[in-house]
Each structure stands twice: as C-alpha cells, then as structure tokens.
C-alpha cells in the first residue's frame, strides 16, 4: 500500500453498483479521500469523514465539472468509473434498462470536464481508470465461441457496445488511462490476480474473477504507473 501522504484522491462514478461499492469502501479503508458523483441521495451507502457525496449526472459534463470542484484543492485526482449497462436480470436476454452508449456519453463528459478550465485551474485529474470488460475492443476474438454467440445475440450486445465505444474515446482522450478488462465477475474473496496481456490471449475458456479482486487491482492501478495506457484483461 502506497504512502498516505502521497495517495491520489479518488472521484469515483458508479458508486451504487456492485463493484463500485465496494470500491468506496476499499478505498475509504486504504486512506484516500474520495469523492462520490451520484444520480440520487443514497443512504445505504457509508457516511466517513473522508467522503464527499456530489449529485449528478454522470453524463453532463457540468455536473462532473462540479464533482471535481467538490475534490479537495491541490491533492492530485484520480477518476474511478465502475459504471454499467443494467439489464432487469442477470440474464443476457432480459430487457436492457439503461440507455443505450450512456457509458460512452459518460466517459465523454469526464475527460472533456477534465480539461475544462474551471476543473484545470484547481486540480489536476492524474489518470482515469475504467471497468470494462472481458470481451470489449481486441480482446473480443480471445472469448470462446459461446461467449461470442451470446454477446452478438443477446442484450449484451448492448454493454459490448457501450464498452467498446468508451475504449475508443478514452484511447482518444487527453488523460492518461487505465481500462481494466475482468473476466466474468463472481462472489468471494480477493485472491491473486492473473494479467494475460491486453486481450485476454491465452485467458483460458471460461475465465472468471471475484468482484473483490477487481477492486484490488482498480485501486492498485491508482498508486501505481504499471498498467498505464493498457487495457488488462484480469481473472483469477
Ligand atoms: N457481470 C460481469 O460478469 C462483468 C464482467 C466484467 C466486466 N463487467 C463490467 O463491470 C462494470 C461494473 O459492473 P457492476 O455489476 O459492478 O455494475 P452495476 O452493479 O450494474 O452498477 C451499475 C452502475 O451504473 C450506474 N448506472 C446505470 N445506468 C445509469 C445511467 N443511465 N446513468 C448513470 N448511471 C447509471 C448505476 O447507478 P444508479 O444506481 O444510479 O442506477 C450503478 O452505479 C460494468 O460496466 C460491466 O459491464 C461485468
């Protein structure tokens, strides 16, 4: 773990999902201040003297602009989204109940609210580190053929989509990024954690990782240079 004097804060987006939860609270635990952008007030999440809760949209890039304002003045910021495509089950046919490219509409407002002169002239956003997933960009043709059957012909077309116009816009964007690629997320502890390369080559069949460990490595990946400008494909 990093030094606490020299942690980035963290403005995470996502915060009520599932992995974005339990990022807050990993990272409330590691010492980092954090800010959280939320659509609405949420009560379930943890109240921690470390914690500034921002209202908004994700999307609008105002509404990111005054989530960085909401950061504390000259520590350095390293922006977190843990957002996702929802689905009314876990099912791959179940009826989507996100708008479609809404990630992508997000990652836009965030890296244009990065640069924005308001932002700019009182913090400086370090890095941006997203969840994508196994499958978006090159790392498509690396899933078995199931997988791929079923991204193409289910409503998981939608998040396939969505990611991969993120990966694009981010690769494009003016922020030094991470796009972290997890296999098929499960329960459980953090265990150790596998890296096979940016596309997931040699990743095996049907690989998978607990929700645990991909927080570990996001906020890993926030105090350390290692996996900048690449897209890991992580399992355990
Ligand atoms: N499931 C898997 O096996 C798997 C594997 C690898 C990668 N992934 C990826 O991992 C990421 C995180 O997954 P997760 O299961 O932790 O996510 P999740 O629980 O579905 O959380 C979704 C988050 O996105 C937000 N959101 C949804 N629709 C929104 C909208 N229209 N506008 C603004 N915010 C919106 C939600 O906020 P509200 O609470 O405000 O709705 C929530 O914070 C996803 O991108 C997913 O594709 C998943």
Redesign the pocket.
């Known amino acids: 773990m990093a030094d606490k004097t020299s942690l980035p804060q963290i403005l995470l987006?996502?915060?009520?999902?599932?992995?974005?939860r339990l990022v807050l609270e990993e990272a409330l635990y590691r010492g980092h201040l954090v800010t959280i952008l939320?659509?609405?007030a949420?009560d379930t999440l943890p109240q921690h003297n470390n914690l500034t809760i921002s209202i908004g949209?994700?999307?609008v890039e105002t509404d990111v602009e005054k989530a960085l304002q909401a950061t504390k003045p000259s520590v350095p910021v390293t922006i977190i989204s843990?957002?996702?495509?929802?689905r009314k089950s876990?099912n791959p046919w179940a009826a989507t109940?996100?708008?479609r490219r809404?990630?992508e509409a997000?990652a836009k407002a965030v890296l244009a609210a990065s640069q924005s002169p308001s932002v700019r002239g009182m913090v400086k956003v370090e890095k941006l580190i997203l969840?994508?997933?196994?499958g978006a960009g090159d790392s498509f043709d690396q899933l078995n053929f199931l997988m791929r059957w079923t991204m193409n012909h289910s409503n998981m077309d939608v998040?396939i989509e969505?990611?991969n116009l993120v990966d694009a816009a981010v690769k494009a964007g003016p922020l030094p990024f991470v796009l972290v690629?997890?296999?098929?997320?499960?329960n459980g502890e953090a265990l150790p954690v596998k890296v096979h390369g940016n596309n997931g080559e040699g990743a095996g069949f049907m690989p998978?990782?607990t929700?645990k460990s991909?927080v570990t490595f996001l906020l890993d990946a926030a105090v350390k240079s290692e996996f900048d400008g690449t897209t890991p494909m992580i399992s355990n």
């Open positions: 987006i996502g915060a009520t999902g599932r992995t974005g939320i659509r609405k949420d949209d994700p999307c843990t957002l996702g495509q929802t876990g109940t996100s708008p809404f990630m997000s969840m994508s997933m196994f998040a969505d990611q690629r997890p296999a098929m997320l499960k998978s990782i929700v991909v």
